[in-house]
């Protein structure tokens, strides 16, 4: 059974760079069938997405994002990375790492496993 | 304020049929995008409910469906049960945004 697992820092200075690492058990990264993606949720709000990236290090990043997030693979450990850049307040949110998979269609893959979240608080 | 408009919130008997609705436009639903369905129960990850406008994920019960036409899809729960009470969201393609989910539904069930 496939699992996903963030983690990182919960607690995050205003301006700094927020940093989060998925690790992936059951399966592995390196599949041309499926990419990895980063989605958030602030607390008592709705889902946005983040970005994603496929094992071969192509990424897809939300355009109102874009200029502040980096996402990253390390096959050899079956992780995939996010670092969101000068954060603020607005940043605070559960983070979740999820799995896109390819269903054949004519959309963005939907996400079929997702991590448990981390809630990241933007605070000094 | 997502491209993709859900009501914020629904309810129902139990028993009951609902649906939750998710309205785009040219740019993503209407331009031929299919949409996925996720519920999310409180205080845990979302879960795909449906994938490609009607498809089910093996496990997920056949009282969920969707549906699309035009410029919006819907989700409809039959025979409402107390362990559905969750949020709901729909998510597609958007031309500009790329991956975009809609802002997320309450179904309360009564």
């Known amino acids: 059974q496939l699992q996903l697992q963030e983690s990182g820092p919960g607690l995050v200075k205003p301006s700094e760079t927020l940093s989060l690492t998925c690790t992936v058990s059951g399966g592995s990264i390196s599949s041309s069938s499926y990419y990895w993606g980063w989605i958030r949720q602030p607390p008592g709000k709705g889902l946005e997405w983040i970005g994603s990236i496929y094992y071969s290090g192509s990424t897809y990043y939300n355009p109102s994002l874009k200029s502040r997030v980096t996402i990253s693979v390390d096959t050899s450990k079956n992780q995939f990375s996010l670092k969101l850049s000068s954060v603020t307040a607005a940043d605070t949110a559960v983070y979740y790492c999820?799995?896109?998979?390819?269903?054949?269609?004519?959309?963005?893959?939907?996400?079929?496993?997702w991590g448990q979240g981390t809630l990241v608080t933007v605070s000094s | 304020q997502s491209v993709l408009t859900q009501p914020p919130s629904v309810s129902g008997a139990p028993g009951q049929r609902v649906t939750i609705s998710c309205t785009g436009s040219s740019s993503n639903i209407g331009a031929g995008y299919d949409v996925h369905w996720y519920q999310q129960l409180p205080g845990t990850a979302p879960k795909l409910l449906i994938y490609?406008?009607?498809n089910r994920p093996s496990g997920v019960p056949d009282r969920f469906s969707g549906s699309k036409s035009g410029t919006s899809a819907s989700l409809a729960i039959t025979g409402l049960q107390a362990e559905d009470e969750a949020d709901y969201y729909c998510?597609?393609?958007?031309?500009?945004?790329?991956?975009?989910f809609g802002g997320g539904t309450k179904l309360t069930v009564l």
């Open positions: 490609g406008n009607s």
């Open positions: 999820a799995r896109n998979f390819d269903y054949g269609g004519n959309s963005v893959f939907p996400l079929d496993y």
């Open positions: 998510q597609s393609y958007d031309s500009s945004l790329r991956e975009v």
